[in-house]
């Protein structure tokens, strides 16, 4: 095992030490972020979480829904970004429709490893509720907000929402 | 949520790897607690890290410490963020993984962009490959563009000289390609023109453009002199008219083939007369226009039936209440990218071919003495030819689209 992924490991034991300690707090919860964790007990570079809107006053269209993301963690890990997809179909003007790619700064350019898993996947929620539709992977998300149809661009996401959305 | 003491007080954390002082693995030689306000952050160089990447440093003795060699335990805190301390070489990672993402920016703190002031030998090298690495990016788009104009220009010359001496035939071929060394504007210009003349030609934006072109590229030649058989340099410049002359259909001698096809078509008086109009007055009467006009659906002919007086033969021999058939496609410009590319530069092969058949007939080779002319000849005719075939074959279905020369026989049986 190289130095980096010894480091990766180490720092993965503990960003799951925090959630935990999150998850023990009264009001630790995230709201945007229903679940994260590794795949499995042996699996520390391959993660899943299931986010949700974090917005809880207001109607945002993703109300109710539950997305699964995959997390894969490089070897060099808090140097390099971790790869996050969604896995559960999604329709969001930055988020690919067929390979559930997300286009978010902070997953490529702008990562650093001030950020940790947790922090990207609620930073992964609030981008559900504030798309940037000049950089859209979704033309057609994209191309509603654009024309400012938020009627339309509304109850396509519910639409979605409610046929693809998570149930466990 | 903290205050500044309680972030004191409470154990470090490396905001990297996220470990605490209180549970750093023991090393060989622990590092006593340094300030964490040194100023200057004294760093090792990549290669060292990438070297001692699979040992810890401080645990190898062998390694011979140098001024920037440090403890991997040591802890730094390189920039204002009160509490964002990390690891030395936590942070040396961070900043080697900048180094390469980001080659020639600055290294900042990524919470308040302080610029990391590291203490390292200065990378010249590293610095001129970057310098290269971005021009080369930069210059790429150029270079492409240039090679692909340089490979298109080169291979333009060569198809130039192949058109050449197959038209022109060795002996005069030699004379015009051999300028004993003086390559001018000729080879430069001239020879790659050829192709997108010959492009340009089967195409009506050079209309305007090609009558004129032989005069000003000839222009400085010898005083041209008229002879029979002409000379080539004569011929080069009659043949854009001839072009011409084939191609307007305005021109008498469409004028003439629409006047066979008509004819065929449609057995009629009135257009005869018009034909000789034609012929000896040089004018085209409104029925013979319109004539053409529903032989040539394409040409946006605009037919002023007021004006005319007498009948439209054709356009009454459609029955009534019936639509219209969709007409055929006149024969025109080729249709594609590949037919138009392939019929042009095939041209002087065809040429050469026809002009070889022509040679073949002693009397023609007589009044024809040179390559040249019974290539020109040969080509003409070969295009004269495919469009007399095309035209009476428009003509043909034609007809045919208008419910002439077709007819159902009764049943007899």
């Known amino acids: 095992m190289t130095e980096g992924s010894n480091t990766a490991a180490k720092r993965l034991l503990k960003e799951i030490n925090e959630i935990h300690k999150a998850a023990a707090r009264p009001g630790g919860v995230d709201s945007g972020v229903l679940h994260l964790s590794p795949i499995a007990e042996d699996s520390l570079f391959s993660w899943v979480a299931v986010i949700t809107s974090s917005e809880t006053s207001g109607d945002s269209p993703y109300k109710g829904g539950r997305f699964k993301v995959a997390i894969e963690i490089p070897e060099d890990y808090p140097v390099r970004p971790p790869t996050m997809k969604f896995i559960s179909k999604v329709c969001h003007p930055n988020v690919h429709w067929k390979t559930g790619e997300i286009c978010l700064d902070l997953l490529k350019s702008a990562w650093s490893p001030a950020w940790t898993l947790k922090t990207a996947c609620v930073a992964i929620s609030l981008l559900l509720d504030a798309p940037e539709p000049d950089s859209p992977l979704n033309c057609d998300a994209a191309n509603l907000l654009r024309c400012n149809d938020r009627r339309g661009y509304d109850s396509l996401i519910k639409m979605y929402t409610s046929l693809y959305s998570e149930t466990d | ?13 490396c905001w990297i790897c996220l470990e605490s002082e209180s549970e750093d693995t023991p090393r060989d030689n622990p590092e006593p607690r340094r300030s964490s306000r040194v100023g200057r952050m004294s760093s090792l160089s990549i290669a060292a890290i990438l070297g001692n990447s699979n040992s810890t440093p401080s645990a190898s003795p062998l390694s011979a410490p ?38 020639g920016d600055p290294v900042k703190c990524p919470v308040c962009l302080y610029v990391y002031d590291i203490d390292e030998e200065a990378d010249w090298l590293g610095a001129v490959l970057a310098f290269g690495d971005r021009a080369t990016r930069s210059l790429v788009p150029y270079a492409t563009f240039t090679a692909i104009s340089a490979t298109v220009y080169i291979m333009s010359t060569a198809y130039g000289a192949y058109a050449i ?7 005069l071929a030699d004379s015009i390609l051999s300028d004993d060394g003086m390559w001018g504007s000729r080879t430069w210009i001239g020879m790659p023109m050829i192709p997108i003349a010959l492009i340009a030609s089967r195409l009506d934006i050079a209309d305007n453009v090609l009558p004129v072109l032989p005069f000003l590229i000839l222009s400085n030649q010898q005083p041209i002199s008229i002879t029979l058989p002409p000379s080539p340099t004569v011929t080069l410049c009659f ?5 011409q002359a084939i191609r307007k259909q305005d021109l008498v001698v469409y004028r003439v083939l629409i006047y066979f096809a008509t004819w065929q078509f449609n057995n009629n008086r009135a257009i005869y007369k018009e034909i000789w109009r034609l012929v000896y007055h040089f004018t085209i009467s409104k029925s013979l226009t319109a004539a053409s006009t529903t032989l040539h659906p394409n040409t946006d002919t605009t037919i002023n039936t007021a004006v005319v007086g007498e009948q439209q033969p054709i356009a009454n021999a459609q029955p009534q209440g019936f639509p219209p058939p969709a007409p055929p496609r006149r024969p025109g410009p080729p249709s594609s990218l590949p037919r138009l590319l392939m019929g042009a530069l095939l041209l002087p092969a065809i040429a050469s071919f026809a002009g070889t058949v022509l040679g ?15 290539s020109t000849v040969g080509a003409g005719l070969v295009i004269l030819g495919r469009d007399i075939i095309l035209y009476w074959d428009f003509v043909r279905r034609r007809k045919r689209a208008m419910g002439n020369g077709r007819r159902i026989r009764d049943f007899t049986g």
């Open chain 2, 1 to 13: 949520m903290y205050s500044i003491e309680a972030e004191r007080i409470e154990a470090r954390t």
């Open chain 2, 66 to 103: 140098s001024s920037r060699t440090t403890d991997a335990s040591a802890w730094v805190h390189p920039c204002r963020c009160l509490g964002l301390d990390a690891h030395h070489l936590c942070l040396l990672r961070f900043v080697a993984e900048r180094r390469t993402t980001h080659p």
């Open chain 2, 165 to 171: 001496v197959a038209t022109c035939g060795p002996q």
């Open chain 2, 239 to 243: 043949l854009p008219w001839a072009r």
């Open chain 2, 360 to 374: 073949a007939v002693p009397f023609l080779r007589s009044k024809l003495p040179s390559v040249f002319l019974r």
